[in-house]
């Protein structure tokens, strides 16, 4: 992560950044309400912004279809917090397991770790936490080694759906080796402190119930509107119909408003809520808001050559600042000519443990589908080369050379 402040340090524009949650959006009156949620408070906690132009960016929250019990007892991946929460919750369930006096049964039930959802997070988030016991956890308490154990929860018959059959297979077949169980077919249905209940679809298309007991749980079932985009939506009677989010067209402009842009997972489109995505759309709108100013620019310096030619007595002067005119009212309509967002597809990229990472990359019009230590390389590589700036690419470096001489870090605060 590349904290906001340090990317507006380095902006010549003036910048002002409130760090702060927007709770709502009213259309009507153009403003925004923003609430300061930090634990300091101070005499002014609640305010409003007002806009003429507003770019809704705000991503999405974790699914849980209402399922009882996941937001009680389970572990998100979306925030900064949630992963300090997921290293306190499994050194927590290890500590404990290993107590005096345990019994076999409770300390099988701590170290099973769930994760639940086979989409690209809890593939790459099962595989980071078998290295994490395999690189790690297995040297600082060599008594956990037999117990630990990882399983992955999927609904649907097959993990990875988005990409192509043999790297699907090629994943399963990984898994194995790394001692993950993949339980798919298997539909959360309730989650407790201490288990879930599943239900399974056999070969036979018969469904039956299960328990699976855990010590901790996270849950990567994917994404679900914000609060705050969910009430920008019911202002507008053109948004009723959307269920992922935020329609807009196709100058991802939100459908029902004027001057409201929407881009990455907050936005519905027709592409995948993918940060590949959202990253293009970024770069588009920056094109987009430009091409703004410098029309704008451009039709007030063509308003005053057009009232200098009315006043102009001389004829060769007229005609000169009719050329001018002409030249610049060409610049402006080959500006305004600017094409409707069109994503370009570089492929789909995800780590499947033990230094090996698949990928289907797009490749001269054709697909190149790859897994293994190479692909692993070209991940990390792909990863760095997506860093903000060199400075967090350094920092990134650094963390990889730091954990491979000294492991992970397993304090809890
Ligand atoms: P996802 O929507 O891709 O996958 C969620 C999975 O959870 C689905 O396969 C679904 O069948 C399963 N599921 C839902 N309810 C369930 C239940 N009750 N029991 C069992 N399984 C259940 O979500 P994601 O993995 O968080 O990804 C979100 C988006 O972010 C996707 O577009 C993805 O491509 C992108 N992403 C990409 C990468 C990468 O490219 N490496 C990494 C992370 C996320």
């Known amino acids: 992560m590349e904290p906001l402040r340090h990317i507006i340090r380095h902006k010549k524009a003036s910048v002002e950044f409130y760090e702060a949650e927007a709770t709502r959006i009213d259309n009507d009156r153009r403003v925004i309400v923003i609430n300061d949620i930090s634990d300091v408070k101070g005499d002014v906690h609640q305010t409003e912004v007002p806009f003429d132009y507003l770019v809704v960016g705000v991503g999405a929250e974790n699914a849980t279809f209402g399922i009882p019990g996941v937001r009680e007892h389970a572990c998100f991946l979306k925030e900064i917090t949630d992963a300090q929460n997921i290293r306190k919750k499994v050194m927590d369930c290890i500590e404990t397991a290993m107590f005096k006096d345990q019994t076999q049964e409770e300390k099988k039930r701590l170290l099973h770790m769930v994760v639940v959802g086979g989409g690209p997070t809890g593939v790459e988030f099962a595989a980071e936490l078998q290295d994490f016991f395999e690189d790690d956890l297995k040297k600082w308490v060599p008594g956990i080694t037999g117990d630990f154990h990882v399983t992955l929860v999927e609904a649907l018959p097959n993990v990875l759906p988005m990409f192509s059959k043999t790297l699907i297979e090629y994943t399963e077949k ?6 993950i169980d993949v339980r798919t077919k298997t539909m959360v249905k309730n989650v407790t402190d201490k288990y879930i209940e599943a239900e399974v679809t056999k070969p036979d298309g018969t469904k039956e119930k299960q328990v699976i007991p855990y010590g901790c749980l996270v849950w990567a079932t994917g994404n679900a509107v914000r609060g705050v985009v969910r009430d920008l939506m019911s202002q507008l009677p053109q948004q009723m119909n959307s269920r992922r989010g935020l329609v807009v067209n196709e100058y991802l402009v939100v459908d029902g408003t004027e001057g ?28 987009l808001f430009n091409t703004m100013a410098r029309t704008q620019a ?11 030619s009315q006043t102009a007595e001389v004829a060769e002067d ?5 050329k001018e005119i002409q030249k610049k009212s060409k610049s402006i309509r080959k500006i ?13 990229l995800a780590y499947i443990g033990k230094e090996r990472a698949i990928a289907d990359i797009t490749w001269f019009n054709g697909n190149l589908a790859s897994g293994g230590s190479l692909t692993y390389l070209f991940w990390r590589s792909a990863y760095l080369s997506m860093c903000f700036s ?16 000294f492991g992970r870090d397993v304090s809890r605060e």
Not at 260 to 282: E, F, N, R
Not at 336 to 348: A, I, N, R, T, V
Request: hydrophobic share 45%.
């Open 174 to 179: 990984t898994f194995k080796d790394e001692k």
């Open 260 to 287: 409201i842009w929407a881009l990455g997972d907050c936005s519905a489109t027709k592409y995948a809520p993918t940060a590949q995505v959202a990253s293009q759309q970024g770069a588009f709108l920056a094109r």
């Open 298 to 308: 451009l039709e007030a310096e063509l308003d005053e050559l057009d009232a200098l």
């Open 318 to 322: 007229r005609e000169a600042l009719e």
């Open 336 to 348: 305004k000519q600017l094409l409707p967002f069109e994503y370009s597809h570089q492929g789909s």
């Open 390 to 405: 060199t400075r967090n690419r350094i920092l990134v470096l650094m963390d990889w050379a730091k954990v491979k001489v």
